[in-house]
């Protein structure tokens, strides 16, 4: 995610980190929906276990989004309804950091991004 063009992030990156989501949620399917979403809180990237219908890609507007925004801790667990599958979920967020490659990386600032898990309430499987 150190690419500024979109393109490259797309071409480059993004398959790679889709890899690494699936082999991750092979190990813990629990974890049955994994995304990155942009400052913005548009969803820049998902892996889900199965196929799951996404009702949005833009989470700037949801209460969720705006609980990270708005927290002074880097992990943040919250309970939401997810209305992708209609059940609660525990969310988990963690805040990632990417330095603007076009800037000297001594005076760099990061741009934060924020990286999630849903995992699934026990007895929904």
């Keep these: 995610m150190l690419v500024d ?3 490259q992030r797309y071409q480059l990156l993004q398959p790679g980190l889709l890899k690494l989501f699936a082999s991750y949620q ?3 399917p629990e974890d049955y929906e994994i995304r990155v979403l942009l400052p913005d809180g548009y969803e820049d990237t998902r892996s889900t276990v199965e196929p799951i219908a996404n009702h949005t890609d833009e989470e700037g507007d949801t209460e969720s989004f705006r609980n990270m925004q708005e927290s002074e801790h ?11 599958v ?11 950091a990417m330095v603007e490659s076009s800037v000297d990386p001594i ?7 924020c ?6 309430p ?4």
């Design 86 to 96: 209609d059940t609660p979920a525990l969310m988990v967020s963690r805040r990632i």
């Design 26 to 28: 092979s190990a813990y």
């Design 74 to 84: 880097d992990v943040l667990i919250q309970l939401v309804h997810d209305t992708n």
């Design 107 to 113: 005076d760099a600032t990061a741009l934060h991004h």
């Design 122 to 125: 026990q007895g929904n499987r």
């Design 115 to 120: 990286h999630e898990q849903k995992l699934e």
């Design 5 to 7: 063009d979109e393109g």
